[in-house]
């Protein structure tokens, strides 16, 4: 069970930037920090509420770390995304037949 709140986690605009970083494959911790204008210590601090969500996993290898993404908790941010997707896709429906009787 997740230790912190996936959707507290994803509030934050640079944790989401270190999983979109991470969508290609797993990435040292210092390498992650390079990509951003802050400090090792603030990229660790972002690492460890993504890492309490479950949302990324930390492999050590010698003295650096690595870091994995881990999507699964995801699934808990699209069943509460579901409806809206639903709500939306009615809506441009109901723009796109508007459109195709005033454009006859």
Known sequence: MPTGDVFSALANPVRRRLMEALQDGPCAAGELAGQFALSRPAISEHLTVL?????VREEPRGRHRYYHLEAAP???VSEWLHPFERYWRTRLGALRDLIDEESQ
């Open 74 to 76: 995801l699934a808990e």
């Open 51 to 55: 890492k309490n969500a479950q949302l």
